[in-house]
């Protein structure tokens, strides 16, 4: 049996990687940091009884930040396989918060890659490493933007990844890790978190349908993103860790959509006219925007055998529904129906 750590699997791209390795008969463990709630939702379904010997998912309390906490997790785990997707990873925010933002993303990754490299020489174990990389490195790089596009960041979030995909390269050549980059475009799905446009504008829409809602709130709409599905984007992780020799990936669709094309497909998905709901605020705007996204995936395709196969009229479909199932338990909630749920 396999074994791999997730760094950040609570996650919407870390709860599909466990879901997707658990089906493969990976024992797994994962990294949560320690807090007064409950945050595990989107693993919830996939814990059972951790005292079962039956359990092969395991979560261990540590923090990205804090390099002890990570050589002793490793140490529990024993991993063949470690994927760091741990990071403060919203993007505006890390125009409001560019410390935290660079300290969880670089700083993260180098103290994640110094205990992979010091456990390897300690214990003669080789764990493959895989380092989430972003599409926002490439900034205003134009499209379409492949493993050879130069760096062209455009917000702290995407220095840090530059620093840390950098890192990753670096302690491959340097010190001989099987370490890759997975330079990821946009992927969605529910599980994304409320405040990414994607998710903001399927959550949105369902409950302007309901009544639960009167207006949507947002940024620039006239960017363009290569948007892929996210459960389809963590098999991409796997096959790179699967390879003979260690190599930096781009994964993406290859078509680039606005994002008011996104939310146009929406809204029309519910039967509404955008613009009679939707008010532009400054809030929300970026100091320093990208404008265009695109990847050319094509050698992750001819070496991995990777396809996608979620196109963005699905994707739209898969989000639009599920947010607007939970929008009508979100009314049950509030119209009297929930006492008949209780009792």
Same mark, same amino acid.
């Given at each position: 049996m396999k074994t791999a750590l997730i760094l950040g699997i609570t996650g919407q791209d870390g709860s599909y990687l466990a879901e997707l390795l658990l089906d493969k008969g990976y024992a797994v463990h994962g990294l949560i940091r320690r807090s007064s709630s409950f945050n595990t939702a989107r693993i919830d379904h996939l814990l059972s009884d951790p005292q079962s010997p039956e359990s092969r998912l395991?979560?261990?309390?540590?923090?990205?930040?804090?390099?002890?906490?990570?050589?002793?997790?490793?140490?529990?785990a024993a991993p063949d396989e470690v994927y760091n997707l741990a990071a403060q990873s919203h993007v505006r925010v890390s125009f409001d918060e560019p410390v935290y933002t660079v300290e969880t993303v670089a700083l993260g990754a180098l103290n994640v890659l110094e205990a992979v490299r010091s456990y390897r020489d300690t214990t003669g174990r080789e764990p493959r490493f895989y380092q989430a990389s972003s599409?926002?490195?490439?900034?205003?790089?134009?499209?379409?933007?492949?493993?050879?596009?130069?760096?062209?960041?455009?917000?702290?979030?995407?220095?840090?990844?530059?620093?840390?995909?950098?890192?990753?390269v670096n302690y491959r050549e340097a010190y001989g890790l099987f370490a890759c980059n997975g330079i990821l475009f946009n992927?969605?799905?529910?599980?994304?978190?409320?405040?990414?446009? &994607?998710?903001?504008?399927?959550?949105? #829409?369902?409950?302007?349908?309901? $009544? !639960?809602?009167?207006?949507? *709130?947002?940024?620039?709409?006239?960017?363009?993103?290569?948007?892929?599905?996210?459960?389809?984007?963590?098999?991409?992780?796997?096959r790179m860790l699967q390879q003979s020799k260690p190599d930096d990936y781009v994964v993406a669709t290859g078509?680039?959509? &606005?994002?008011?094309?996104?939310?146009? #497909?929406?809204?029309?998905?519910? $039967? !509404?006219?955008?613009?009679? *709901?939707?008010?532009?605020?400054?809030?929300?705007?970026?100091?320093?925007?990208?404008?265009?996204?695109?990847?050319?995936?094509?050698?992750?395709m001819g070496m991995l055998g990777w396809r996608p196969l979620i196109?963005?009229?699905?994707l739209v479909k898969i989000m639009a529904e599920a947010d607007y199932q939970l929008a009508e338990r979100e009314l049950s909630l509030t119209d009297g129906k929930a006492e008949c749920i209780i009792s």
């Open positions: 395991h979560l261990h309390y540590g923090d990205i930040l804090d390099p002890a906490s990570i050589r002793r997790v490793i140490d529990l599409s926002e490195m490439f900034g205003d790089s134009p499209p379409p933007q492949s493993e050879s596009t130069p760096f062209r960041p455009r917000s702290p979030y995407a220095c840090a990844k530059v620093q840390a995909f950098w890192q990753t992927h969605e799905s529910p599980r994304r978190g409320e405040t990414f446009i &994607t998710r903001k504008v399927t959550r949105a #829409a369902a409950r302007i349908k309901l $009544g !639960l809602q009167e207006r949507l *709130y947002h940024g620039n709409l006239g960017t363009s993103r290569d948007w892929g599905y996210a459960p389809e984007y963590v098999d991409a992780m796997w078509q680039s959509r &606005t994002i008011a094309e996104f939310v146009y #497909a929406v809204f029309s998905w519910h $039967g !509404l006219e955008w613009p009679d *709901y939707c008010v532009p605020d400054k809030r929300y705007l970026r100091p320093t925007e990208v404008d265009s996204l695109c990847g050319d995936a094509s050698k992750a196109g963005f009229d699905e």
